[in-house]
């Protein structure tokens, strides 16, 4: 049963226009998420998180939107860049869990020129 | 925050043999994990490196298999044993400062079983 839940494998976006990515929750429990991105050949770097308590952080051009009662949040990018080519991964965690990592699939993100 | 190596970086290993992947971090940290992403698919969380103790490992990983030593709080190992192909992954290291902290990764190591 996938806890988290990246339901687009990948998402092709032209350059400058905004990059909306998707994931889905299960577990009610969960009060903290992170995205991740991660390009070939090395390991995933942490991008942006947010904690239960809001439902928008936002740093640069990376902003990350939850919406709890949807179980959904969302990661958006704007004006996307080449260099935002990468897949993203959203992870999840939980107190009752040691804070333990939720992983979804991630998603491909492609900027085209 | 805390820099993170890991090494070997990628290698080729013949089945049936072993290999220890070491990971430094230059400074102390209070958690430490392996993670497995496998081609095609998400990461999966092998084991908590948990200092001076035996690891804790996550349904489908067992100790024989992927031993875990954690001398100190600024370096871990993880081996690989008795390689087949299936276990041609990236392997990669990350620590937190505690329970609700963001988690960081290494590079990765690559490992290729043929």
């Known amino acids: 049963d996938q806890q988290v839940k990246q339901n687009s494998p990948s998402l092709s976006v032209q350059e400058g226009r905004i990059s909306i990515l998707n994931c889905d929750y299960t577990n009610s429990m969960f009060d903290y998420f992170l995205w991740y991105k991660k390009y070939p050949a090395e390991g995933p770097t942490f991008l942006i998180s947010?904690?239960?308590i809001k439902d928008k952080n936002e740093d640069g051009r990376f902003t990350v939107f939850l919406n709890k009662s949807a179980k959904h949040l969302s990661l958006h990018i704007v004006p996307s860049q080449p260099g935002d080519s990468a897949v993203y991964f959203c992870?999840?965690?939980?107190?009752?869990?040691?804070?333990?990592?939720?992983w979804g699939a991630g998603t491909k993100l492609i900027i085209k020129p | 925050s805390a820099v993170i190596s890991q090494k070997p970086s990628r290698d080729i290993c013949q089945r049936g043999t072993s290999l220890t992947i070491q990971c430094q971090v230059d400074s102390q940290v209070t958690m430490m994990f392996w993670y497995r992403q496998q081609p095609g698919q998400s990461l999966t969380l092998i084991a908590t490196?948990?200092?001076?103790?035996?690891?804790?490992?996550e349904s489908g990983f067992v100790i024989d298999k992927f031993p875990i030593s954690r001398p100190n709080l600024t370096f871990s190992t993880l081996t690989v044993s008795n390689m087949s192909p299936e276990d041609s992954s990236i392997y990669l290291c990350s620590f937190s400062y505690g329970p609700g902290n963001t988690i960081y990764f290494g590079e990765g190591s690559w490992l290729t079983v043929v």
């Open positions: 490196a948990n200092q001076g103790s035996e690891a804790t490992y």
């Open positions: 947010i904690s239960s």
């Open positions: 992870a999840a965690s939980a107190l009752d869990s040691n804070y333990q990592l939720i």
